[in-house]
């Protein structure tokens, strides 16, 4: 079984600020998600990944499959990205996913 | 298409009774899971559908928990003689993992969240 590790479990910081959220997993995996989550249960896929690195706006995920290691960074934090950011990983000899706790982000204005 | 859908969104129930979820994914897609999140923990699977064949269930699925997708498309999770420790979150996702097409990309519903008091 996949074990995933997220850091730090929570963090706040200042609008505009660089922020960057880890994800470690145990298994050798064939993708990783990352996903956000408001409150009230909602959750969006922000990236797939299984090499290198993506972007989407301000978001940006890189993942380093032989450190089995993924980083979510977001450039110029504002406010409404205060949400749970969750790793999640597919592989280990399961289809379903397996998911870590979450980061707890919230950006000060 | 308006994505995932599920219903109900809330359900509070007394322990002992039985209650059904129901999650109706994004037409095209093949791949339909279920997952339970608990207040402050990240989503634990529970088992997920290929088309109508149930590919995989987590040990977390008792014998009161049976899911259904019948014809492929809308699925049930039905948990008879709730418990309290069944109070979560049931999140549904689904997604197209169909060899060349296949994004992988997982849309998840709003989540029906169930109290058994």
């Known amino acids: 079984k996949n074990e995933v590790e997220q850091s730090p479990q929570n963090l706040t910081a200042q609008e505009g600020e660089f922020i960057t959220i880890n994800c470690s997993y145990s298994?050798?995996?064939?993708?990783l998600h990352w996903l956000q989550q408001h409150p009230g249960g909602g959750i969006v896929s922000l990236f797939m990944?299984?090499?290198g690195k993506k972007k989407h706006g301000r978001l940006i995920a890189t993942i380093n499959i032989q450190e089995k290691h993924s980083s979510l960074h977001i450039t110029a934090s504002h406010p409404r990205d205060s949400a749970v950011y969750i790793c999640?990983?597919?592989?280990?000899?399961?289809?379903?996913?397996?998911f870590g706790k979450g980061t707890h982000l919230i950006i000060q204005p | 298409d308006t994505g995932v859908s599920q219903d109900p969104r809330h359900k509070i129930t007394k322990r002992g009774q039985n209650v059904t979820f129901r999650c109706d994914p994004i037409?095209?897609?093949?791949?339909l899971y279920w997952y339970r999140q608990t207040l402050g923990q990240g989503p634990e699977f529970l088992t997920y559908?290929?088309?109508?064949?149930?590919?995989?269930k987590s040990r977390l699925l008792s014998d009161r928990f049976s899911a259904e997708r019948p014809k492929g498309s809308f699925s049930t999770l039905e948990i008879q003689r709730t418990e309290q420790g069944d109070s979560a979150m049931y999140l549904c996702?689904?997604?197209?993992?169909?060899?060349?097409?296949?994004?992988?990309?997982?849309?998840f519903g709003e989540g029906s969240r169930l109290t058994v008091l």
């Open positions: 996702a689904s997604s197209l993992d169909w060899g060349a097409l296949s994004t992988g990309e997982l849309f």
């Open positions: 298994v050798g995996i064939s993708a």
């Open positions: 990944l299984s090499s």
């Open positions: 999640a990983v597919r592989g280990g000899g399961a289809d379903g996913l397996t």
């Open positions: 037409s095209e897609h093949n791949r």
């Open positions: 559908f290929q088309n109508e064949a149930q590919l995989e």
